[in-house]
Each structure stands twice: as structure tokens, then as C-alpha cells.
């Protein structure tokens, strides 16, 4: 997949977001020759299946101006980066526990001159600001997950968006498989395939998940996804 594909999905993006997308293929070649946090295999395929693929996010929910999302495991700054490029006023925190990973992420934010990402090696566990919302792709079982971000949402209602959909602060990970067995136990969780974004074989078992603060009892319909 080449930069403009993408941008087939994503028409309105500015020339400057256009030349991010187009700079994430060299930077990341180079810093993998240096570090290692993107397979060879990946790394050819590199924007269908770490860019695109962390852009799914963008299809069910839009993030708002001043909003706060942290990226947790976030490797060499996937779904976070991607993110960051199609939302430029939405501050984005980045944290894993490797710290060469963290070293490329903060490499990489700089070679884009990214204003709207912070980069940090630590535990989620070890964090004590609020977000938005989390995401992530699929670092651990839901219920691990879960357990790990408890207590990192903000306390507040739900963004309307100009469709009237309504989204409370929760989690937006990227998974696959069957997950019907995982998400047993959250009976809030909403499942939005990509294949329905996405015309791509690599997507047909791909999904986004949305979970609303799991400790919070107060939540409204979540949005159907965009096109």
C-alpha cells in the first residue's frame, strides 16, 4: 500500500497531513535498521498494516479539539502516531514500558514535528493523570486491560457529535478474532468490523473495539461508526 491509497479513505487531510503520512515510511525504515520495533515483514507493509490499521479508530469516533487520549503499549507509536496526524488538536500521551521503544516514538514525533504528542516510559499502572479515552492495539486480554487503565478516565459526559451520536469516556482497542468470549463479561462493549471501512483483505477479521469507562454506570447509545 502506497500513502495515497490511504488517502483515498481519508479525503479532507491537509497538504501538511499528507506529507506526515508520507515521512512515517523513512523514518520508520531508518529507525528500524537501529532498533527493531517493526517485524520485516511489517515494515514492507508498513502503511496497511500499522497505519491504516490504527486509523480505524478515526472511523468510529472522530476525537474533539482538547481532548486527551493515551496510547497504552504503545510500541513504536502505533495506533498514537497515526492519530495524532489526523487529529492535531488532540493531545495524544504514549507510554510503554520498553524504553527503545519510547526512544523511536520520540524520534519519530520529532522528524514530524508532532505538537500534539507526548511520549513516556512507564506502566499505565504508574500513571496518575485522566483521559478521555485509551486505546490501544490488542496489548492484552480485555479483562487485563481493563484492570490496568481503572481509574484513568475523566469524569464527564459524553461528546455529541454532529451526527447526535453520543461517546463517554472509554476504550477504542484494536483487535481480532472471535472475541465473544473476552467481551462476556462487558455487556457494554460495541464491536465495529474494519472490513466495513476497510476493502482490504488484511481487515476482514480486523475490529475496533469501544468499552465505556467499565466503572462508570452512567452511558448513552455509542455512535455506529462513519464512513
Known sequence: MIPETLFQYFPN?????????????????????????VSRKDIDELYLRHVLHSLGIAKVYEFQPGEQVLDVGTGGGFPGIPLAILFPDTQFTLVDAIGKKIRVVEEVVAGLELSNVSARQTRVEDLTESYDFI?????????TFVHWTRGRFKKRKGVQRPDGAILPPGILYLKGGDLSEELRSYP?????????YFKEP??????VVYLPDPYSKKHKKAPQGRG
Not at 486505546?135 to 479483562?143: G, H
Open 13 to 37: 487531510l491537509s497538504g501538511i497531513q499528507r506529507d506526515q503520512f508520507r515521512a512515517l515510511e523513512a523514518l520508520y525504515k531508518d529507525w528500524n535498521t537501529k532498533i527493531n520495533v
Open 202 to 207: 488484511f481487515f476482514e477479521t480486523k475490529k
Open 135 to 143: 486505546v490501544s492495539r490488542a496489548v492484552a486480554a480485555m479483562p
Open 188 to 196: 457494554r462493549a460495541q464491536i465495529f468490523p474494519l472490513s466495513t
